[in-house]
């Protein structure tokens, strides 16, 4: 059974940094596509990006704009989410997100979910 965590929320200025990790049990976290999704209370979640080792295949939501990047720790199972330049906008739940399979994007209906870590943008 695939299992994530995430970690690394917390409150922050606007204009600054946060990096966040996801680290999954259960299986090889680097064979698959993973993505981060977020969600506001009361709004629809939506997707921010997606990587693909397999395929090479990266995918971004329009409002990155270079602002975040993905990576990997393969040896610690763990991806990181690092944000930089946030926005009060980008206040929301992170979740850390695998359907087990290499395509990006990840439409996250049938996939594996994390439980969430907040970020908080405000001055």
């Known amino acids: 059974q695939a299992q994530l965590e995430e970690s690394g929320g917390g409150s922050v200025q606007p204009g600054g940094s946060l990096r966040l990790s996801c680290t999954g049990s259960?299986?090889?976290?680097?064979?698959?596509?993973m993505a981060w999704f977020r969600q506001v209370p009361g709004k629809a979640r939506e997707g921010v990006l997606c990587?693909?080792?397999?395929?090479?295949?990266?995918w971004y939501a329009d409002f990155v704009k270079g602002r975040f990047t993905i990576s990997r720790d393969n040896a610690k199972n763990t991806m990181y989410l690092q944000m930089g330049n946030l926005e009060p906008e980008d206040t929301a739940v992170y979740y850390c997100?695998?359907?087990?399979?290499?395509?990006?994007?990840?439409?996250?209906?049938?996939?594996?979910w994390g439980r969430g870590t907040q970020v908080t943008v405000s001055s």
């Open positions: 997100v695998t359907d087990l399979d290499v395509k990006c994007p990840i439409d996250g209906v049938s996939s594996y």
């Open positions: 259960g299986f090889t976290l680097v064979k698959y596509a």
């Open positions: 990587y693909s080792s397999s395929t090479g295949n990266t």
